[in-house]
């Protein structure tokens, strides 16, 4: 893997072993890797609307959830999901 920054992108890191189940830094690995694809959403001002307020997504854990108020909304939310975990190597499982 490695990582990318807006202007670079580092050498290759080898990954030779994962973070165990209920390591501590699971959470944060699991907020550093998802923050550009919970953003995203946001910046196209999707989302569930209610009031003045917007949710986009909710996360928890392995967990996802993203919102929005309409058909097309979601269509596009699904289409960056897509997109992010192509470029990123996650997985989704739906049916979960």
């Known amino acids: ?54 949710v986009t997504a909710m996360a928890f854990a392995d967990d996802l959830v993203l919102l929005s108020n309409t058909w097309e909304g979601m269509t596009r939310n699904i289409k960056i999901l897509e997109k992010f975990c192509n470029r990123t190597g996650l997985r989704t499982q739906g049916e979960k």
């Open 1 to 54: 893997t490695c990582i990318t920054t807006k202007d670079k992108k580092n050498t290759p890191i080898s990954i030779l072993r994962g973070v165990n189940q209920g390591h501590p830094l699971s959470p944060l690995l699991f907020n550093l890797t998802l923050d550009p694809l919970l953003s995203r959403p946001e910046k196209k001002g999707e989302g569930y609307q209610h009031e003045r307020f917007t």
